[in-house]
């Protein structure tokens, strides 16, 4: 067993962990951070992921112990209580979503190309969503969505 320190959406966790214990399940199963899902547990499908020290990455390709000494930001850390983030706002005003999975994964991914991309067009919202799949919508809403919410953003300088 390994210690570890995380902070997981501002709040920090201490914790014996298998080295060899993929970091959503750390965030699932022992921080009960349940809104990131497990979908493929082979890094093909995103719904998994988080922001790692300001970058996103996916959680089921990341051991625990690669995370000692990182903070971390999951799709449960973006609301300031039961006011959402614009991003999260936008996703449900536009549609953006029907069976939910991917949300989480497709939001994290959004915030993340918005860091070096404010103003992205559709092309760049497409190409920094690729990695992030999705069953159900066929991505019009969800690249709507992601417009949307950086307009909100930067209209309330908001960032992650």
Not at 1 to 24: K, N, S, Y
Not at 50 to 67: E, P, T
Request: glycine share 10%; net charge negative; proline share 4%.
């Amino acid at each position: 067993m390994t210690r570890i320190t995380v902070t997981v959406d501002g709040v920090a966790h201490e914790e014996e962990v298998e080295p060899r214990l993929l970091l959503v399940h750390l965030l699932r199963d022992r921080l009960g951070k349940i809104g990131t899902p497990v979908g493929c547990d082979t890094s093909n499908c995103g719904a998994c992921t988080i922001m790692m020290d300001g970058r996103s990455v996916k959680s089921c390709s990341v051991l625990a112990v690669q995370a000692d000494g990182s903070e971390l930001l999951t799709v449960e850390g973006l609301a300031d209580g039961p006011t959402w983030h614009p991003m999260q706002r936008a996703f449900h005003e536009e549609h953006a979503l029907q069976c939910g999975y991917c949300t989480p994964g497709m939001i994290m991914a959004a915030l993340d190309l918005l860091k070096d991309d404010p103003d992205p067009s559709d092309e760049a919202i497409r190409h920094g969503l690729e990695g992030n799949l999705c069953r159900c919508t066929g991505y019009s809403n969800i690249v709507k969505a992601v417009r949307r919410g950086a307009r909100a953003m930067s209209d309330q300088e908001v960032t992650t």
